[in-house]
């Protein structure tokens, strides 16, 4: 039996006197109320759990109710121990059920109070809860994803080369739409990495490392179709963190000056075999002695950085990166150059290009002999080759661009048309990599310049890689042929009525121009190339004079195909 002093006791006797009456909360548990005053104020316990409506007359405070034999004798009954799970309705008698209001037993679903898994809002309750125990974690088998699944039906039909191995077939076709490459070119890439994989066999759980070719499936979709890498988790069975350090170890690889497909796929051509391969072509057009198309290209830098904004924000009114890339005519791609900030224009990054020094002096370019004819047949020499641009860059005889402002169905007119239609070439690379790989279209979300480099080296080798597969850089094809046919130009609506019906007025005398670099262009050095960044010997060699004499040369070649 408790002392006379105890808690228990106390109420008690205060319901048997009727001094106190207790209210229901949605809580669980008891309001005190005064039924002697009615003018009351509420007070809420700092622990949350009741409500107090109290007087000026003070109402002690209880503490938790956990003495099983108060609770015992309070109600008078063993069977109303808190093992026992009662509700309201159990009592007869009033006070019995007050004070089950009391004990939050008024619940009929649950026992608040008593109940082991019950919620307390006491910190102490909370902290020595037990926490439930997790299941074992769901073991992950790659070879069962949906990237194994493709690689296993391919190990099946390697022999017969069917199924994704068919370029022709469905399979095939789907397969390459997906993951931008055929399955051929894919295991090419996948042996290739093999050789220079430097994971362990095993990790430090002692699991055996991931199958390289379901991580490169991954790197693939991040590319094309810009995956995110916790959507290749569900695709490779293989965690994101994997898949994210993997695609940046793997496209340093590929991307790097020292790999094979760098090497061979991304380069000027060197041998006069490979010259000529890319000069013929523009010989044909009637644009002798140029070696491709030059222009820069903006990629959309969405994580850059605060301190950079200012430099990367130009004419595009966002954050951008440059890259200067050099193409040939078949849409293969030459070289690249960058990353530079987006707020450069074209001649300040044609003076930090390196790719450009091929063409300068000392370059193997720079000495490549092409021939021209004038309207009176007479045979020219120019050494060193040049590309063709649009106005934005330096006047250099190695960067030669049409005119901005000619006359109608004047030489100058015709000409500048025609370098403008040629010129397009470039532009059309730009269009082919953003729509072959959308993670260059859409706004960029690394962190760092350099990786945007190395994403975007490695878009232009696979971009280049295809461009050899599909046949589109073989120059004996009869399609070829037929395309830089000089008469196909002639036949062209602008050509064919620039030669019927210009204005006569505006033509020079063929015999003037036998002495084109004796006239009277004044022979000075261009003032963004007199005192360059870098300061080189052979940029501060070129002047105006050379570069209209080359452009004067151009034209005079491509009136006398035209006339001839």
């Not at 069977?79 to 009033?94: G, H, T």
């Not at 690689?151 to 397969?175: H, I, R």
Request: one cysteine or more; hydrophobic letters at 30%.
């Amino acid at each position: 039996m408790p002392e006379k002093g105890s808690f228990f006791c106390r109420w008690k006797k205060s319901l048997e006197k009727g001094k106190i009456q207790f209210d229901q909360m949605d809580s669980g548990h008891p309001n005190i109320i005064n039924s002697n005053n009615d003018d009351m104020t509420h007070r809420k316990c700092n622990n949350g759990t009741a409500r107090q409506k109290t007087t000026a007359m003070e109402v002690e405070t209880v503490d938790p109710l956990d003495d099983e034999e108060d609770i015992a004798f309070l109600f008078g009954n063993d069977s109303m121990l808190p093992n026992n799970q009662m509700d309201v309705d159990d009592f007869e008698d009033p006070d019995d059920r007050l004070s089950a209001a009391l004990l939050g037993l008024h619940n009929p679903t649950s026992n608040d109070l008593f109940h082991e898994d019950s919620s307390s809002d006491d910190e102490g309750d909370r902290r020595n809860r037990k926490q439930t125990p997790r299941g074992p974690e769901k073991k992950r088998d790659p070879k069962s994803s949906p990237f194994g699944k493709i690689l296993e039906d391919a190990d099946v039909n390697k022999q017969t080369q069917s199924g994704v191995w068919d370029e022709e077939g469905k399979e095939g076709k789907k397969f390459r739409q997906r993951y931008r490459i055929p399955y051929s070119m894919f295991d090419k890439i996948c042996k290739a990495y093999d050789k220079v994989d430097t994971r362990n066999d095993l990790d430090a759980f002692g699991h055996k490392k991931s199958d390289s070719r379901i991580l490169i499936l991954g790197v693939l979709r991040v590319l094309g179709q810009v995956f995110p890498f916790d959507t290749l988790e569900e695709f490779s069975e293989i965690s994101m963190q994997k898949n994210q350090s993997f695609f940046h170890e793997f496209i340093t690889w590929f991307s790097g000056k020292q790999s094979e497909f760098a090497k061979k796929y991304l380069r000027f051509p060197q041998t006069d075999e490979e010259i000529s391969h890319v000069t013929s072509f523009y010989e044909k057009i009637g644009i002798p002695g140029t070696a491709g198309s030059v222009d820069c290209v903006h990629i959309y830098w969405d994580m850059c950085p605060a301190g950079h904004r200012a430099d990367c924000k130009g004419k595009e009114k966002k954050t951008t990166v440059v890259f200067q890339v050099i193409s040939s005519h078949t849409k293969k791609i030459l070289g690249v150059a960058g990353p530079y900030f987006g707020t450069w224009n074209d001649k300040t990054i044609a003076r930090l290009d390196a790719n450009l020094k091929h063409f300068m002096a000392g370059g193997n370019l720079a000495t490549k002999n092409w021939t021209w004819v004038d309207r009176n047949g007479v045979l020219h020499e120019e050494e060193g080759l040049h590309l063709i641009c649009d106005g934005g860059y330096h006047l250099w005889k190695i960067l030669i661009c049409p005119f901005k402002y000619a006359l109608d169905d004047s030489d100058e007119h015709a000409w500048s048309k025609h370098i403008e239609s040629i010129r397009k070439d470039v532009e059309c690379v730009f269009g082919i990599l953003k729509k072959r790989f959308m993670v260059l279209k859409y706004p960029s979300r690394f962190h760092d310049m350099e990786t945007i480099w190395k994403v975007f080296r490695t878009c232009c080798i696979l971009h280049n890689m295809l461009h050899e597969h599909d046949g589109y850089d073989d120059w004996e094809t009869e399609f070829t042929e037929k395309s830089v046919d000089i008469e196909d130009i002639e036949d062209h609506n602008h050509y064919a009525r620039f030669r019927n019906n210009r204005n006569t007025s505006y033509r020079r005398d063929s015999s003037s121009d036998t002495t084109l670099r004796d006239g009277d262009i004044e022979n000075y050095v261009d003032s963004s190339g007199n005192t360059p960044e870098n300061n080189d010997a052979y940029i501060q060699n070129f002047t105006v004079a050379d570069f209209n004499y080359r452009r004067k040369a151009l034209i005079e070649h491509f009136m006398a195909q035209l006339t001839g």
